[in-house]
């Protein structure tokens, strides 16, 4: 995978992809990342890349002309073929005016060979970019930056992590958070399905962890983690994400297929709820 930042201050990523997953995967030749400074691609006296709007308004906007010619001088297939699939690569515009990223956009990208990423900065970009130029206009969240760099880091990362090999462990990336996937069932060497007490998200919060030590400052680790009954701690799993989704991202499971099982807990945590607010 080769992923190709296009960005006003290329200084910025001299940090943020030189740890961890990303800096591992790059070093294990399982990505590759360019960085390119746009003014470069400006050849006026001094490099100008941005300009005030047309029909007034405040701030400036990054000017189109270097924007085309530094995303073209990367060979990238025309818009049309990278729209219909036919190329392995994306140009990607990151705006406020977006498409919201998610988990399901980040396995999109990751079946690609190559992802330009463009970043924004100031009020935005000359729209002619986004229409003509760019096939993916993504936003990272619902609130305002100062550049797209800070993005464009987080895309490079949760895409990266998606990437065979890059993890110690390709079962991490099917029991996180937001993850669609399903965990693979193992088998024993007699062909018998071996007991599983983790949950697949799902596209669910995922559930909460805990580790050594056993107790601290008072407080225990829940028994049933420590039981080695597999069945209860799936279930008590279960229920634990499904009570962390409910408290603090409700909005997610309407956007889940619900099995009966959870239906029933969700069911069973509200009888609770109930309870506690009438004592």
């Known amino acids: 995978m080769k992923f190709e930042i296009v960005t006003i201050f290329p200084d910025f990523f001299r940090g943020p992809l030189e740890y ?26 001094h490099k100008t890349v941005d300009d005030r709007p047309f029909g007034g308004g405040e701030g400036m906007v990054l000017k189109p002309e ?3 010619e530094c995303v073209e001088s990367l060979g990238v297939a025309p818009q ?8 392995s690569e994306s140009v990607v515009a990151l705006s406020a005016q977006g498409r ?15 992802i330009v990423l ?13 229409e003509h130029l760019a096939d993916r206009e993504i936003c990272v969240g619902n609130f305002v930056m100062s550049g797209g760099e800070l993005g464009a880091a987080l895309i490079v990362d949760t895409v990266t992590r998606l990437l065979r090999g890059a993890l110690g462990n390709e079962a991490s990336s099917q029991h996180e ?13 007699r062909g018998r399905a071996e007991p599983d007490s983790t949950v697949s998200a799902a596209g669910l919060l995922d559930y909460v962890h805990y580790t050594r030590p056993a107790e601290f400052r008072g407080i225990a680790v829940p028994e049933v983690l420590v039981n080695g009954n597999h069945e209860e701690i799936r279930r008590w799993r279960k229920r634990r994400a499904l009570e962390k989704t409910l408290k603090n991202r409700p ?26 607010r009438r004592t």
Not at 80 to 87: C, N, T, V, W, Y
Not at 123 to 128: A, M
């Open 66 to 68: 270097p924007l085309f």
């Open 118 to 130: 463009i970043c924004g900065r100031y009020e935005g970009l000359d729209e002619r970019v986004t």
């Open 251 to 276: 909005d997610l499971l309407d956007k889940v297929a619900l099995s009966n099982e959870d239906q029933e807990l969700i069911a069973e945590i509200g009888r609770e709820v109930q309870e506690t």
């Open 177 to 189: 958070s937001f993850s669609a996937l399903k965990a693979p069932v193992k088998f024993d060497e």
């Open 100 to 114: 919201l990223y998610d988990q399901p956009m980040a396995a999109a990208l990751a079946q690609l060979e190559r």
């Open 20 to 45: 961890g997953i990303v800096r591992r995967a790059q070093e294990a030749g399982i990505i590759e990342i360019g960085i390119h400074d746009l003014r470069a691609f400006a050849h006026d006296r």
């Open 80 to 87: 049309p073929e990278r729209l219909s699939g036919r190329a």
